[in-house]
């Protein structure tokens, strides 16, 4: 269970990095440079994006694990192993990733 935080965290920013690639060869980015956002705003709300999506693939995980375990009723359900585990790798991981991104697309070059 731990890897699937870690998987679906991957997953989001390998999924900001092909959309910021495709908006720079489709030319959205030379429109986007003429808004009033800037860089860090533009990262800052493709990140906050990326994570309503990764929280909400969690949130499906957590469904699913609830209704196999409802299913086979050998042991109750406790949000205390889901929270202690996600809380401790998922956060710190989640936060690593951002400033990692965000690092990098602001040194490589996301220029408009």
Same mark, same amino acid.
């Given at each position: 269970?731990?890897?699937?935080? !870690?998987?679906t965290? $991957?997953a989001a920013f !390998? $999924?900001?990095?092909?959309? @910021?690639a495709f908006e720079?060869?489709?030319?959205?980015l030379?429109?986007l440079? /003429? /808004?009033p956002l800037t860089? +860090?705003?533009?990262? @800052?709300g493709?990140?906050?994006?990326?994570?309503?999506? =990764?929280? +909400?693939v969690?949130l499906a995980?957590f469904?699913?694990? =609830?209704i196999a375990?409802?299913v086979q009723? @050998?042991?109750?359900? +406790?949000l @205390?192993? %889901?929270? &202690? #585990?996600?809380?401790?790798l &998922?956060?710190? /991981?989640?936060? =690593?990733w /951002?400033a990692? #991104?965000t690092?990098a %697309?602001a040194a490589?070059g996301n220029?408009?």
């Open positions: 269970m731990p890897a699937a935080p !870690a998987e965290i $991957s !390998a $999924s900001l990095a092909i959309a @910021t720079r060869r489709s030319g959205a030379r429109f440079g /003429t /808004t860089r +860090s705003e533009l990262l @800052t493709k990140a906050l994006a990326n994570s309503l999506v =990764a929280v +909400s969690l995980a469904i699913g694990c =609830a375990l409802l009723g @050998t042991v109750p359900i +406790s @205390t192993p %889901y929270l &202690l #585990v996600w809380g401790l &998922l956060l710190p /991981t989640f936060l =690593a /951002t990692f #991104v690092a %697309y490589a220029r408009y």
